[in-house]
């Protein structure tokens, strides 16, 4: 069964500083997807991340992608307070995605002025 | 562009009763997936749809069913109703479908309360 850790689950920060989001999953894969939920809102997708080392960036947010690891990575630049929300990563276990995504619990991000 | 659709936002029933939840993805998507969203199991893959065939079906009780129609619009139906159920019920299209590297578009929901 495909396993996706989140940490942290609580990021609570200030504006200005920067800081990583950590997704790990138990299988192999190489399709990784970053949402970003706000409170009483629908999914927004992020960034699609489809091979080994692949890096996108928007704004404040780049996320990569270390298949070997099993890793991937959501960093926050300069955070300001429109970037609170909960961020999930999800992995699509099968080419075929015949388990549809697998999510994360979600980071809780409160970014303070 | 239209985004994805999906009706009623809000629903209240009681125990044993059944629902169904619509959902209109964006024009000229043929797939359709459907996810649970609960504060404690979080976000769980129901099923997905593509041109009118069930392609994929996550872990969930016979009581919980779909249909797509020729338009790709996507029905969810669960039967006999249980506390359990109360949930955030989100639908999500794209053009190809799970698997296939794209990003999902979301709907904003449909929030069910099982009284």
């Known amino acids: 069964e495909l396993k996706v850790e989140q940490n942290p689950l609580f990021l609570s920060m200030q504006e200005g500083k920067n800081y990583t989001i950590y997704c790990n999953y138990s299988?192999?894969?190489?399709?990784l997807y970053w949402y970003r939920q706000d409170p009483g809102k629908s999914l927004e997708s992020l960034f699609v991340?489809?091979?080994?080392?692949a890096v996108k960036q928007e704004g404040r947010l780049m996320a990569s992608l270390d298949t070997k690891a099993r890793l991937s990575t959501l960093h926050i630049t300069a955070a300001v307070h429109d970037l609170s929300a909960t961020y999930f990563c999800a992995v699509d276990e099968s080419g075929g995605g015949a388990d549809g995504l697998t999510f994360g619990k979600g980071t809780h991000l409160i970014i303070q002025p | 562009k239209a985004g994805v659709t999906q009706t009623p936002r809000y629903l209240i029933k009681t125990r044993g009763q059944q629902v169904t939840l619509s959902c209109s993805p964006i024009s000229g998507h043929r797939s359709v997936s459907w996810y649970q969203q609960t504060p404690g199991q979080g976000l769980q893959f129901l099923f997905e749809y593509f041109s009118e065939t069930q392609r994929n079906k996550g872990n969930f009780p016979g009581r919980f069913s779909g249909r797509q129609f020729s338009n790709s619009r996507s029905e969810m139906n669960v039967s006999t109703l249980e506390l359990g159920d109360s949930a955030l019920y989100l639908c999500?299209?794209?053009?190809f479908g799970q698997g296939g590297g794209e990003k999902l578009f979301f709907g904003s929901g449909t929030q069910l309360s099982v009284l």
């Open positions: 991340l489809l091979s080994n080392g």
């Open positions: 999500a299209s794209s053009l």
């Open positions: 299988t192999t894969s190489d399709r």
